[in-house]
């Protein structure tokens, strides 16, 4: 064992002895072209090569001079695959006096949490159905058929262009969750497959950039209702939520009557989001990132979706139609994956370990077969956010698992009525809006 480490020393000589480091020597190395983790006890070095990781650069970079042992294993398959790009990084290991995490953290809590990743591994309980998914792919392109036959078969009246536009909606509801599946890749042993599906499930059926996507929800599942780390919680100056609503109304800012978000959401939230900012948001993204494979994948789903209703409706009737599938999605997209998260503990970095903070961010619904179709399975959040690659056939075999470890260390496993998570959505906003506005008027 090498003596204590110098800060800024370069990669590990194979076969050296490895430097040994302290918390506070690393605490430091959390700096835009800075940035040292620790996996396993030992630390690398990421400054250069956070801009080369395929989750991008924000999402590794989240957890600069933690311990990211959990994470590490939470977003990788192949572990020994990944370790082979891990090795030229190693500058040294934490030295033997110091704890593996860093801060006050519940260490019996992690050992506990980790014990329980092993038993899922155990049960096999990370290895997917092929026939499950290949089912949720098929009744998907059935719903895309079905759509056009309607409309093919009886007209483009009123009733027929409602019937299909209403299953068009649900046809990309479905394709947000096995896209997301896909994302996570939870549905193939190989990350590639996964990747290349994803690309056609999000470009071809959806018309978005599954790199987009990527770089955001990976993002929230890393440091999940964190602010400027989750870019879903991150909606300032439009919405305050959580700790931000405080700060707000301290520093007197008022760009909206905040006091009423929970009303002006129904205007600019759920019917908005997928129709105007995704969609912004996901066109300058591969513009920018210079993403062609994704842009020619987007471009694929919007000549299937003209050439198949512009005989029918012509340009502003096709276009028109776009636009309502489009609407009913955004709502089914912002009720669904927002009921377990905005009602939730919102805020800054708290530097919690990883089933600490992933359960203040999260609650589940109470399953049903519907729910757990119409949800993609995201009401047991909980169990996602915990194992994000875990096929989603899975939760359900899982769940009593994680509620034993949320009993034994008296952590929250909260559990809601469906209505119910969807009403807190509205009661969130309220309350964070009143929030502000006594720190606005008190101040």
């Not at 939520?241 to 707000?248: A, C, I």
């Not at 955004?330 to 359960?359: C, Y």
């Amino acid at each position: 064992m090498g003596g204590v480490g110098e800060p800024g020393g370069g990669p590990a000589q194979l076969g050296a002895p490895l430097p040994t480091f302290r918390w506070e020597q690393i605490r430091p190395h959390n700096l835009p072209g800075d940035k040292w983790l620790v996996i396993e006890r030992r630390v690398y070095d990421i400054s250069r090569w956070a801009q080369r990781h395929p989750g991008g650069s924000r999402l590794i970079g989240h957890h600069g001079a933690e311990d990211a042992t959990d994470a590490f294993h939470a977003f990788h398959q192949d572990l020994s695959f990944v370790r082979k790009f891990l090795q030229p990084l190693l500058i040294g290991e934490l030295a033997p006096e110091e704890p593996s995490q860093d801060g006050p953290q519940n260490a019996q809590l992690i050992e506990d949490f980790r014990a329980l990743r092993q038993a899922v591994e155990d049960m096999k309980l990370f290895e997917a159905k092929p026939t499950f998914f290949a089912f949720l792919l098929g009744h998907i392109l059935a719903m895309e058929v079905l759509a056009w036959l309607i409309i093919y078969l009886l007209g483009p009246g009123w009733v027929p262009s409602t019937l299909a536009a209403l299953i068009l909606a649900v046809s990309q509801a479905q394709s947000w969750c096995l896209q997301h599946d896909l994302g996570h890749t939870s549905i193939f042993r190989k990350s590639r497959w996964n990747h290349v599906a994803q690309q056609f499930v999000m470009g071809q059926l959806k018309g978005f950039s599954a790199h987009w996507w990527n770089f955001r929800h990976f993002q929230h599942h890393a440091k999940p209702n964190i602010f400027h780390k989750d870019p879903d919680v991150t909606v300032a100056p439009v919405f305050l939520l959580g700790e931000s609503s405080v700060e707000y109304g301290k520093k007197k800012r008022r760009y909206l009557p905040y006091n009423h978000q929970h009303l002006y959401f129904f205007l600019i939230g759920p019917p908005l989001l997928t129709l105007v900012n995704f969609e912004v948001e996901n066109l300058a993204y591969m513009l920018v990132c210079m993403q062609w494979t994704d842009l020619l994948w987007a471009a694929s789903f919007y000549a299937r979706f003209l050439l198949s209703y512009l005989p029918f409706y012509g340009v502003p009737g096709a276009l028109f139609l776009f636009v309502a599938v489009r609407v009913l999605e955004s709502h089914w997209f912002v009720w669904i994956t927002q009921m377990n998260h905005i009602p939730k503990e919102i805020g800054h970095e708290k530097h919690r370990d990883w089933a600490s903070s992933q359960l203040a961010a999260t609650c589940n619904v109470e399953p049903s077969l519907f729910l757990d179709w119409f949800s993609g399975h995201l009401n047991f959040q909980i169990e996602h956010h915990l194992f994000p690659t875990m096929p989603r056939h899975n939760y359900r075999r899982v769940a009593p698992l994680v509620k034993a470890l949320c009993a034994k260390h008296g952590l929250s496993y909260e559990v809601k009525p469906f209505l119910t998570a969807l009403v807190d959505i509205i009661g969130s906003l309220k309350k964070s809006g009143n929030m502000w506005l006594e720190a606005y008027l008190h101040q």
